[in-house]
């Protein structure tokens, strides 16, 4: 099982982005999922949460600029980033406290605490 971080780039001040983290490898259930970031020289930080039933949580440094959401029956979780800002500029992570999968012989098992590798978003003021 693994998540894959997709949708980083460089953009300038003012502009958006959208990142994608999908989670492959069996899985039939994911709980909570979030995105974490990284800037140079700094601790990571969370950036917005949202639980299995969709209700979001946010940083208040990105309050009413960034929109986390999911869907389930993909696997996939979205932030939606507008009004970018230079201090927005770090490495994005997605993570996943439980996500439960199938392995090849059809047993259930469950993994905690898996976070994808990060995708750069780098903006310009």
């Known amino acids: 099982v693994q998540l894959q971080a997709y949708g980083g780039g460089f953009v300038q001040a003012g502009e958006s982005l959208r990142l994608s983290c999908v989670a492959s490898?069996?899985?039939?259930?994911?709980?909570?999922m979030a995105w974490y970031r990284q800037a140079p020289g700094r601790e990571r930080e969370l950036v917005a949460s949202?639980?299995?039933?969709?209700?979001?949580e946010y940083a208040d440094s990105v309050k009413g600029r960034f929109t986390i959401s999911r869907d389930n029956a993909e696997n996939t979780v979205f932030l939606q980033m507008n009004s970018l800002k230079s201090e927005d500029t770090a490495v994005y992570y997605c993570?996943?406290?439980?996500?439960?999968?199938?392995?090849?012989?059809?047993?259930?098992?469950?993994?905690?605490?898996?976070w994808g590798k990060g995708t750069l978003v780098t903006v310009s003021s």
């Open positions: 993570h996943t406290d439980t996500l439960y999968y199938f392995d090849h012989e059809g047993r259930a098992h469950y993994e905690e605490d898996l």
């Open positions: 949202i639980t299995s039933g969709g209700s979001p």
């Open positions: 490898g069996g899985i039939f259930s994911i709980a909570s």
